[in-house]
């Protein structure tokens, strides 16, 4: 419970006394001479950010080189940020959602989980490095001891925070918070605060509008799943932000089991006929694809499959302009789906 | 004096004496011991038929065989028996390659791997995937089998160019430095191009659920041609076990003997690898299994590997079936565990010294 109080709280702009007392943990937690240099200039130039464990990072002044995670670097992106550095989890050059930005100034340090090649990163001269953390379980637990997102092992990441300190955005709980919280990170590493707005605006017109094509058609449910060769991993709509996000604004997503394991159930094929509730399936871009279900004979008869309706539906990024669109795209699916399962 | 008294404590510096548990097994003993363990695969089979993550009862699944069209979601059709099928088949391929890999090689530690069979199959895969866009199952076993292929014969030939092959060295070592550069541009590939490689990221993880039967008919010619291979090799691999310059001595054409063992390597283990993507452990423990119960002599134990490699395989995609809940724990975890645990008895057992 106090971790998820701590995380709701995570940005603490001016808050001198949060700051000094965070101060201890800052320098265990980058343990090296940025946090030294930064409690020597002390006072009104410095800059410091808690990021989502709570960890207060200090620099001498705003950092302007940023160097990110694929999936926040595209929310960077999207409020007007270009990092200097991205490292995906898959290839970040034939990544469909980087397909609108410009990333010829952007240097790709990473393709895969993990592979983060230190050198070009070094290179980039990142001044902060922003990553993620994922809860380990539904009361939002964060092993602050472990291996950060992205990242292969710890020792990977002592060599990483040894370039740049460190920021962790905590993906889970509430999907609103977490784009709060990466407005939070955008503004204080100098995104424009009135573009964010207008942003907002436009989030809130698509929410508006989703919400309003859901009521129209109460009757169709979505299933938001991965698949590959061991089944199906049906993704626990209140355990991950973007799905709890969007049953908040009233889309009937797939909903079994709402206790046990955390983040997603997983059904062997020959278990598969228990989840095909859905009338459209929210694929993920990852695993198998519409021709290798239909190739499952356990799951060739899925009414959304038969019926067609197969969306693919990449990890979210969390930001408002981005969302405004997936909203939009859900809307129009869910306004012009069949209802394919009765109930 | 001190000489006559008795060591107050047993002398440590003796070796243990082997433990004489009646020797090598009789040809009788062999027998049934085989016969046992093709009573296990029958019973494991029919395990594999009636038990799953899906738990419909015994009655229901013998009334889904037999009418088809009772099988309500494909599951006894759909998935227990191709998985069965595809168990059997990969388990006892993968028995046998590794028998002969070991018989070959005179190495307790070798598996069909050790030839770049594997690492051949898996950068041929990607490039099939990468360059030419297959991505159907028959497509990706052709392209497997291809590069199974094309990988021994690549280390064959280094290693007949340099030095005698009657020592089984040369080839370890060829199919060791192929098996590293394969692996290594494998992984360039696949860490380049991440988006495109779906249909090999799928069969890259070894599994028995999830597959089809699709191209189950050239898999099974090319294990059956493997299998004749493996046993004109019986008798060559009886006479490499006593040292290839032995053998050579004996009249043994060491030549032959390589190209007929490598290609019986190839063809089982492509064609296994090709179903149901690399499977780990069974080509490395179904041979000890298997010689721990009928002795050294290959006319008795390739047949034996194959009936453990079978039996072991269905067994333990059986138990990950049944411990995941609604899930299933993938085959490769249980062999892994359990394969562990089996090897180490094995290995206790000095049984295996007799390779």
New interface residues.
Partial sequence: MTTSSLTRRRFTAGLAGTALLTALTACGGSGDDTADGASDQGGAGGWTYTDGRGVTLELDAMPTRIAAFADYALVLLSYGITPVAVF????VA??PRFAEHDLSDVAIVG??YG?IDLEALATAAPELIITGIYPTDREGTLDTEGVLYAFADLEQQGQIEKIAPVAAVVVGGAGLEVIEALVELSEAVGADPAAIASAKTGFETARDALTAACEARPEIELTRLYA????IYLVKTADEPVTQMYAEFGVRLTTLVTDGDFYW??????????MMTGDVLLLSD????Q??ME????F??DPALVAGQVVVWPNGVMSYAYQAAQMTALAETITTAQDVVPG | MTSDAPPRTPSRTAPPPTPAVGGPPTAGQALSRTGVAALVVLGAVAVSLLLGSNAIGPGAVLERLLHPALDEGAIVWGSRVPRTVLGLLVGAALGIAGAVMQGQTRNPLADPGIFGVSAGASLAVVLGVYVAGVTSVLGILWMSFLGAVVASVAVFAIAALGRSLSSPVPLAIAGTAVTALLTAITSFLVLTDQSTLAAYRIWVVGSLSGRTLEGIGPAIVMALAGLVLAAANIRSLDMLALGGELAQGLGENILRARLVGLGAITLLTASAVALSGPIGFIGLTAPHIARAMVGAGHGRLLPAAGLVGAGVLLLSDVIGRLIGGTGEVSVGVVLTVLGGIVFVMIVRRSRMAAL
């Fill in positions: 995906g989890r898959t290839d034939s990544d393709n895969a592979e590959d060769a061991s089944g159930d997983i059904y062997s094929w020959e278990n598969a006929a228990d990852e695993g198998f694809q021709a290798d190739a499952q004979p356990t060739a008869d």
